[in-house]
C-alpha cells in the first residue's frame, strides 16, 4: 500500500515579471507520507513559498504550471477551482507567514476560525462558534474565550499566529502546510509554536510540510528535510544523514554561515561571519544548469550547461551536483553540532 499522502512530479512554473517570462520552480518533486513531517529550507527566493502555493492552488492566473501535484489520489494540475476549493481548508490546511495580512482586519478572530467550518462542515453560526472556542483553547490562545469576539489588531504576534494555526486545523486537515510560523516571533513563542504543533501532528497523525530558513527548527521539528535553490530541490533525505554530510555546496554554505556562541576570539577581536558568497539571483537571471553555479567555489564548465542529475549519496539521501562534497560533517564545519532535537549545537 502507498502512504504517499502528497506526490509531487517534475513540477515546473512559469510567471511574467516585469522582465519577462521566469522560471519559478524548475522540476520540482517530492513526497510526503500520511503522518510524516518533511521541511523545505533555503535563503528567501529560493522556491519555499512558491512550492506552497504551488501546492495549495493559489497561484497566479498567468501562471504557467506543468507537471504533477497529486493529494490522495487525486491530481490538481489543471483541476477547476471548485475541484480545489473543496480540499483547501478542509483537507489540506495552511498556516501563512504573516498573520497580520493573512487574517482579515474587519473581522473577529472567532468568526475566521469558524469559516472553514461553515464553509466546509456546514456548522451553524453556534456549534461553528463553540468549535472555534475549543480549537483556540487547543492552541492554547490566553483567555480565549474573552478574545473570541476580538480583532487582529488586537493581539500580539504570538497570538495571532495561534489564531492562523486554529483556523488551519479547524476541519483536522490530513495535510498541514505551515510557511515560516515563527517568522519575527521571540525564541520563547517561537519555541512554543513549534512544540505545539509537534504535539498537533502527533495527537491527529496529520503530515507537515514546514518551511523555514532556520536550520534549528528543521532539526527540532522534521523527519525529512529538502533544500532549496534557484526553484529546485538540490538536496532532500532524512534530516540526521543531510546534517551530517551537507553533499551540496550550498548545503554545506547555510551551515557554515551559521552564528556559533562562544566562538573563540582571535587577537581579542570576534571572528566575522562566513557568508555564501555572491547573492540569490533573480527569476530571469537563472542559469541553464545549477542555479548555485555562480556562487559556487567547485564549479565547473558542466554545471552551468545543464541541470545536475540527482545522485544519491546514501539510502533515501540525494543531491543534485557534479562535484558534491563527501562525508562533510557540521561539526568539522563549525563546531559541535548535535542532531539529537537539540538546538543544534547553539550554547
Not at 2 to 28: E, H, K, Q
Not at 77 to 98: H, K, P, S, T, Y
Not at 163 to 168: C, E, K, Q, T
Request: proline share 6%; charged share 20%.
Amino acid at each position: 500500500m502507498n502512504d504517499d499522502l502528497l506526490t509531487v512530479n517534475n513540477l515546473r512554473v512559469g510567471l511574467n515579471t516585469s522582465r519577462g517570462p521566469a522560471d519559478a520552480l524548475r522540476g520540482v518533486s517530492f513526497s510526503v507520507r500520511r503522518g510524516e513531517t518533511v521541511g523545505l529550507i533555503g535563503e528567501s527566493g529560493c522556491g519555499k513559498s512558491m512550492t506552497a502555493l504551488a501546492v495549495m492552488g493559489l497561484l497566479p492566473p498567468t501562471a504557467r504550471v506543468s507537471g504533477s501535484i497529486c493529494f490522495d489520489g487525486q491530481e490538481w494540475v489543471g483541476a477547476d477551482e471548485d475541484a480545489l476549493c473543496q480540499l483547501r481548508g478542509n483537507r489540506i490546511g495552511m498556516i501563512f507567514q504573516e498573520p497580520m495580512t493573512a487574517l482579515n482586519p474587519l473581522h473577529t478572530v472567532g468568526a475566521q476560525v469558524a469559516e472553514p467550518l461553515r464553509q466546509h462542515r456546514r456548522m451553524g453560526k453556534g456549534a461553528s462558534r463553540a468549535e472555534a472556542l475549543r480549537l483556540l483553547d487547543q492552541v492554547r490562545l490566553p483567555q480565549a474565550a474573552q478574545r473570541l469576539d476580538a480583532y487582529p489588531h488586537q493581539l500580539s504576534g504570538g497570538q495571532r499566529q495561534r489564531v492562523m494555526i486554529a483556523a488551519a486545523l479547524a476541519c483536522q486537515p490530513d495535510l498541514l502546510i505551515a510557511d515560516e510560523p515563527t517568522t519575527a516571533l521571540d525564541a520563547t513563542i517561537q519555541g512554543e509554536i513549534l512544540e505545539l504543533l509537534a504535539d498537533l501532528v502527533k495527537e491527529r497523525g496529520m503530515a507537515l510540510l514546514l518551511i523555514s530558513h532556520d536550520l534549528g527548527v528543521m532539526a527540532q521539528t522534521v523527519q525529512r528535510v529538502m533544500v532549496m535553490y534557484g526553484g529546485m530541490v538540490v538536496e532532500s533525505g532524512p534530516t540526521a544523514s543531510v546534517f551530517e554530510r551537507l553533499a551540496h555546496p550550498y548545503t554545506r554554505g547555510l551551515f557554515a554561515a551559521r552564528p556559533s556562541l562562544g566562538a573563540a576570539r582571535v587577537n581579542g577581536v570576534k571572528p566575522r561571519l562566513v557568508t555564501i558568497a555572491g547573492r540569490v539571483p533573480e527569476l530571469v537571471d537563472l542559469p541553464a544548469g545549477c542555479g548555485f553555479a555562480d556562487r559556487c567555489d567547485r564549479v565547473v564548465n558542466a554545471c552551468r550547461e545543464a541541470v545536475p542529475e540527482a545522485v544519491a549519496v546514501s539510502p533515501e539521501h540525494d543531491v543534485r551536483c557534479i562535484k558534491p562534497h563527501g562525508l562533510v560533517t557540521a561539526e568539522a564545519l563549525n563546531g559541535r553540532f548535535p542532531i539529537d532535537g537539540g538546538r543544534l549545537g547553539w550554547g
